[in-house]
């Protein structure tokens, strides 16, 4: 198995950015599609954007589109999530999630096998 650990999470205003990181331990992370999850109080917890093992695809949810990038360096066993012109709504509690490779990428959070604890991300308004 693979132990994840986020990074990064932090208070900033409106329009601002955040740069989070998955750090993996263990098995190496090059084998896993990875996902980035968030959840607010009160809300389930959704998808916000993947990566697959080898970086070559990428999907995000509509409302994160043009504002945050996912991208991987593979050699350091780290996914990142660039977060930028951060809104309100952004706020929540970000994950980082690992499952096997597939195709199609799979969004749902049920197919995650690996989870972080998660890193808190508050933007003020």
């Known amino acids: 198995q693979v132990q994840l650990v986020e990074s990064g999470g932090g208070l900033v205003q409106a329009g601002g950015s955040l740069r989070l990181s998955c750090s993996g331990s263990?098995?190496?992370?090059?084998?896993?599609?990875v996902g980035w999850f968030r959840q607010a109080p009160g809300q389930e917890r959704e998808f916000v954007a993947g990566?697959?093992?080898?970086?070559?695809?990428?999907r995000y949810r509509d409302s994160v589109k043009d504002r945050f990038t996912v991208s991987r360096e593979n050699a350091k066993n780290t996914v990142y999530l660039q977060l930028n012109s951060l809104r309100p709504e952004d706020t929540a509690l970000y994950y980082c999630?690992?499952?096997?490779?597939?195709?199609?990428?799979?969004?749902?959070?049920?197919?995650?096998?690996?989870w972080g604890q998660g890193t808190q991300v508050t933007v003020s308004s």
């Open positions: 263990g098995r190496t992370l090059s084998i896993y599609d």
């Open positions: 999630a690992a499952k096997a490779s597939s195709v199609p990428f799979i969004t749902s959070r049920a197919s995650y096998e690996y």
């Open positions: 990566i697959t093992r080898t970086g070559t695809t990428t």
